[in-house]
């Protein structure tokens, strides 16, 4: 558990910033309903300035490695 004492409505403490700053140092980082940005992070969210909103949308690509049963034939235990 974190105490700390309580800042503006829905702003994110600091130190929990910190902390994921320290356990995951190279890692890509976001955060959701940002009210400003931070330097190493990627913000998304509409009362900050420079976000992923105001970015163009990149295209997405994915590979489909292995498809589902569908859960009709999952439940009956076998292929139709």
């Known amino acids: 558990m974190l105490r700390v004492k309580r800042a503006h ?3 994110k ?3 929990v910033r910190n902390l994921i700053a320290a356990w995951y140092p190279d890692a890509a980082k976001l955060e959701m309903f ?3 940005s931070h330097a190493g ?3 998304f969210g509409n009362e900050v300035s420079g976000t992923l909103l105001d970015q163009e949308p990149r295209p ?3 590979e489909v490695l292995e498809t589902a049963p569908h ?3 999952a439940l009956a235990g076998g292929e139709k």
């Open 13 to 15: 403490p600091v130190q």
């Open 34 to 36: 940002a009210r400003e």
């Open 41 to 43: 992070w990627d913000t």
């Open 60 to 62: 997405f690509k994915f």
């Open 71 to 73: 859960p009709e034939q």
């Open 9 to 11: 409505h829905s702003f």
